[in-house]
């Protein structure tokens, strides 16, 4: 089943954008009468009947809707600094969005190579992502934002806040130790090339950050991250 993605359709659009007419029209070839299938990046997925095709907008009509759709027990927030090469972070997002991640924050530390960080492409990786691995719901991509503005942040009181480095740290426990027991929210922040520094790791232990190891293998920001990701996931099912 080929998925199409429209964020408008929940609000009452009845109609796809030109690049998924395009895609929908003289790609897959579909015509008027043929029910295709629509995600609108919230969680929902709409049956639709086309009533007129148009590679620059067609038009369709909703006759059924699954909400939850490819959904998973669990809300994870990945806030996750972007190394010197972006490809290896859109290859993160991706996948990361296959197996099931709700957001992610790209960060940038003390010790950060890549300052700036420019969302566009990866919010349409997202997208694809989502489309590809039948998931109704998009994840949220987020401005870049510094460590220590996420260390601080407020979450809901069930939320597990888990940040993973290499250095020894007091209280360090590993990430199945960590993910022991099921809850509802996790956040998990995996920092850049050259790790958290020391006021970092402080600032983490102050505001009730839990220290965790991914295992002894030193692993690349985007390897380290998708194993954090995968290891809820497995934790869930």
């Not at 509802?184 to 232990?205: H, K, Q, V």
Request: charged share 25%; glycine share 8%.
């Amino acid at each position: 089943m080929e998925l199409f993605f429209s964020r408008e359709i929940a609000s009452g659009a009845r109609e796809l954008d030109r690049q998924e007419s395009v895609h929908c029209i003289k790609v897959l070839r579909h015509r008027q009468g043929d029910t295709i299938h629509v995600i609108d990046g919230c969680g929902n997925l709409y049956e639709c009947r086309i009533i007129s095709v148009d590679p620059s907008a067609t038009r369709f009509e909703v006759t059924g809707v699954i909400e939850g759709y490819g959904s998973h027990p669990y809300n994870l927030t990945m806030a996750v600094a972007p190394p010197k090469n972006i490809d290896r972070y859109e290859w993160f997002c991706e996948k990361a969005t296959e197996i099931g991640v709700d957001t992610i924050v790209p960060l940038v530390g003390d010790y950060s190579e890549r300052k700036v960080f420019k969302g566009d492409r990866c919010e349409r990786i997202l997208i694809s992502a989502a489309k590809q691995s039948h998931k109704g719901a998009v994840p949220t991509l987020e401005p870049l934002t510094a460590v220590r503005e996420m260390l601080v942040r407020d979450f809901a009181p069930d939320t597990r806040k888990l940040i993973c480095y290499c250095g020894e740290s007091e209280g360090k426990i590993s990430v199945r130790e960590a993910l022991s027991s099921a809850a509802a929210n996790y956040i998990i922040m995996i920092g850049p090339e050259g790790d958290f520094s020391r006021e970092e790791i402080a600032l983490a232990l102050e505001h009730g950050w839990t220290p965790v190891s991914l295992g002894d293998s030193r692993l690349r920001i985007e390897t380290a991250a998708l194993t954090a990701t995968a290891a809820v996931y497995l934790h869930s099912i």
